[in-house]
């Protein structure tokens, strides 16, 4: 019977794996095909003199007008420097980046580094589940002011849930190991929350959220490091709002580049959550941190869509995120008390590669 089980799951991965790379190479055909456009174009300038952006020396130039513009200046002079190293190797950054936000996503719902199914999963369904993916991650202005960010965010969460479900049991034998982590948990708090606004309030709830789940469930005081990030993601979010044209009646802040629903993945995240509790699974605290971060997500998603001149486009893209991380952690924990949830896993990354890659044709011509 083990014999069965480890051909198939042979074949399975096998078969995952060329979906993963066919996709990944379908996404850079997609990018590829997808110029500079909108403000793409406006930024592909000397802000100050108007000629043609062709140095460092021009974006150094450019800061005081990227200022007027509102939004972070972090995320738009690493927009101006994408533009300016060309389109073919912007298109390798982005895709790659992509890729990233998927593996992070994997190692965030704790899954092994190895693990292919728990890779392309993710990178799957960030594609499914956005319908405005062309302007969240082929656009360069999109891709470089929203889904960028979630990069330092992500790997502040991994810390955090690493924190969580560890804390100090293995800093005993790997004290260096252990401040690294540290410090690279309050440097991605600071970086998330400076290029963009949204995911600094959503670091903000998790280290405040991560602080009181180790002392009142974990019952392990939390490390220093959680304060001291806590006061690198408001600082971060203050350096956001101290650029001048955040508070133009139109600004970056203001204007909405995004528009998706995140109903479907929220919903998704919430039907595993019920399926798991119905079936006897159990939450730790890694799961109850994702569910508070997931609610967090999604009340701020209302409260910002209703403040006027303040726009909701990196917390829809953060609030997708989580969902798949939250997802892809409960159906993990699924599959570990119950093998035979495996193949759903596979059917789901096969489903979710074939409406993504229908959407794609459709929207070159190829069908309708």
Known sequence: MSDTFSKKKIIYTTVISLLFAGMTAFVFYMQVRFPYVLEDVDYYKNLSTGGELKSIKDIFQSIPYLMKNGGSLLSLVVLQIMLLIGERAADVLNVFAMLVIAYLISRCSGAKKGNVLFIALPFFLMLSLNSDWQYSYLWEFGIVNYVFPAIPFLVFLYMIIYEVAFGNEKANNALTKSRIRAVLCCLSAFVAAYANAAYGLIIIFVAVLAIILSGKVVGRAPGLHLYISLGCAVSGCIFYLLV?????????????????????????????????????????AVHLLLIGVLCFCVAMRFIIQAIPFVSFNGIQLATLFVSIILFCSLLRSFIRENKKVTIWAYILAGSSFLYTVTAMLEHIGGIS
Request: hydrophobic share 55%.
């Open 244 to 284: 001048s044209g955040n508070f133009k009646k139109v600004s970056v802040m203001s204007s909405q580049y995004i528009s998706f629903s995140v109903f479907p993945a929220v919903v998704l995240a919430l039907l595993i959550l019920a399926v798991v509790l119905r079936c006897g699974g159990w939450l730790n």
